[in-house]
């Protein structure tokens, strides 16, 4: 299962440009040839990066690219703008012009001198790129969530199948309020668990426009839908407002619900199972392009008798127990407890420690690809922790409760909320 990273030789690496765009001959730096006590190229990391949009950017790829060992040296996405801007962001940081820049990530997964791929385009995508990557012989750091739980089981197994080191990519597990809050609710600091009471926003704030639009020059709008349903442009479908619709993702209770969701899951030691029973209720915008819920009331059973308890007003989440309680009460606030006695507590050598890099999620990624090891939030926690977000979803649209068997992912009889646990690709796309 651990494969051996294969190091791959810089210098040489052709420069591919695949939108048409010319390519420059550069000045290799001696930086880069791993002098002044850099580190070579042969020892790095090299990374492609699949959707350059606001977070693939400003977050994905500035953490990658801040790595002394880790190497970005193609990018992806449709939208020529971003396309363009993530390819200069990469030249100037390493002060060359050999960034390869792609419209088509199949360019990028057939590289075989790119180590890993970050994916970091809309929900709908996430998993068959990945799979593809996988297939490839790369390891993958993906963002979250899945589309359907099928899609998150048919990643795990994939992700077992070809040995590779998968990270969900969320900076939760390396916030630290969050991993303080998990490792005192584990080590009993509030008793016996009884409640997790979590709050997400409430999104979308308006229905959408469904008016068809023509495409822009920059978008390769066929590409953006991929496997999604044939739709007209507009431009409430893509970009951050993917979130709102169904077809490409499942709505603010994934958005958000994936982050502090996995909190709760990592507090109750349940993120490779979870709950056996779902109550809900909410409302959808009764017109416009947008369908995901946007309010909602929430309520899971586990089968240890915890509740997990989630409303839409919020980024907060609080853990109660037989002796005391713990809660941040907004998103990444300082934690508040009662009695305040368990903020001073010490976590003790023979006592659960959670595992974390503080550093955040690119890093352990990179730590993980070299050791092999399990990153802190892999594909299965990351297919779990989605789950419950698409149990919500799948409850909301059918107007019922559920009951839900986490060992077997199925509702026990039950067929048609089963039907919705996978949907169909438009051809040519599957996996």
């Known amino acids: 299962m651990n494969k051996p990273i294969t190091r791959r030789k810089f210098l040489k690496r052709t420069s591919y440009i695949a939108t048409g765009l010319a390519a420059f001959p550069s000045i290799i730096p001696g930086s880069v040839l791993g002098k002044q006590g850099k580190i070579s190229p042969a020892n790095k990391i090299t990374i492609g990066m699949i959707g ?54 199949r360019d990028i997964i057939q590289r075989n001198d790119i180590d890993a791929v ?7 995508w996430h998993v ?12 993958v ?13 048919t990643l795990v197994d994939a992700v077992d199948r070809y040995g590779a080191v998968f990270q969900t990519s969320t900076e939760d597990r390396s916030v630290y309020v969050y991993h303080r809050m998990a490792e005192l609710v584990r080590n009993g600091r509030i008793g016996r668990l009884k409640t997790i009471r979590v709050k ?41 407002n993917f979130r709102w619709h169904f077809d490409y993702s499942a709505g603010i209770i994934a958005d958000w619900g994936t982050h502090l969701f ?19 209720n909410g409302t959808f915008w009764k017109e416009g ?78 730590d993980c690809v070299k050791s092999r090891r399990e990153p802190y939030f892999p594909a299965e926690i990351g297919h779990r922790v989605a789950t419950i977000c698409h149990l919500a979803n799948i409850s909301l649209l059918l107007g019922r409760d559920l009951k839900w068997d986490p060992v077997n992912e199925i509702f026990p009889e039950d067929e048609t909320a089963n039907r919705m646990c996978s949907r169909a690709m438009r051809s040519p796309w599957n996996i």
Not at 57 to 85: G, P
Not at 118 to 124: A, E, N, V
Not at 262 to 280: C, F, K, L
Request: hydrophobic share 35%; proline share 9%.
């Open 141 to 153: 750091i993906c963002e979250k969530p899945t589309l359907t739980i099928q899609e998150g089981r």
């Open 128 to 139: 068959p790129m990945a799979i593809m990557a996988l297939q490839a012989g790369k390891d």
């Open 289 to 366: 392009l947008f369908n995901t819920p946007n309010e909602y009331h929430l309520e899971y059973r586990y089968e240890n008798g915890v509740k997990l308890i989630v409303d839409s007003g919020g980024t907060s989440i609080r853990c109660e127990g037989t002796e005391g309680w713990i809660e941040s009460p907004r998103w990444r606030a300082p934690l508040r407890a009662n009695p305040p006695g368990i903020l001073r507590s010490i976590i003790e050598p023979g006592e659960v420690h959670l595992f974390t890099c503080s550093e955040g999620e690119h890093r352990n990624f990179l």
């Open 52 to 105: 350059v949009g606001s977070h693939g950017t400003n977050v994905n790829l500035k953490s990658f690219l801040s790595q002394e060992d880790a190497q970005v040296i193609a990018v992806c996405d449709v939208d020529n703008q971003r396309l363009l801007r993530a390819g200069l962001m990469v030249n100037q940081k390493y002060d060359n012009r050999d960034c390869a820049m792609y419209r088509d990530f």
């Open 200 to 240: 997400l926003p409430r999104e979308p704030k308006f229905p959408g426009d469904p008016t068809p639009m023509p495409v822009p020059d920059e978008l390769d709008w066929e590409m953006w839908l991929g496997p999604a349903p044939e739709a007209p442009y507009t431009k409430d479908r893509v970009h951050f």
């Open 118 to 124: 970050m994916i970091s385009t809309p929900d709908h």
């Open 262 to 280: 996995d909190t709760a899951q990592w507090a109750n030691d349940s993120e490779r199972s979870g709950p056996v029973e779902i109550v809900t």
